[in-house]
């Protein structure tokens, strides 16, 4: 959803996510039909996970996520 749709669903109250959420997603150039990426997940003062080097994949007509060895908890 776009920010606006968040917000309006609830989701953001003054600019924040009220369970604390931040997701960042930084990628590669695509090679292919593959996706190289490394993913990062936030909650609030619980902690953090993320996956470095997560592989996803388009194949068949369907997106397949590969997850790697490289897993983090925090």
């Known amino acids: 959803m776009t920010f606006d749709k968040l917000e309006e ?9 009220k369970e604390g959420i931040l997701f ?9 039909n593959a996706i190289l990426m490394n993913v ?5 003062g619980l902690g953090a996970i993320g996956y470095n080097d997560l592989k996803v ?10 997850k790697t060895e490289s897993a983090w908890i925090s």
Do not use: A, V
């Open 9 to 17: 669903q609830g989701y953001i109250e003054e600019l924040y996510f």
């Open 24 to 32: 960042n997603i930084e990628d590669k150039p695509m090679s292919g």
């Open 40 to 44: 990062s997940k936030w909650r609030s």
């Open 57 to 66: 994949e388009y194949k068949n007509g369907n997106w397949k996520i590969t």
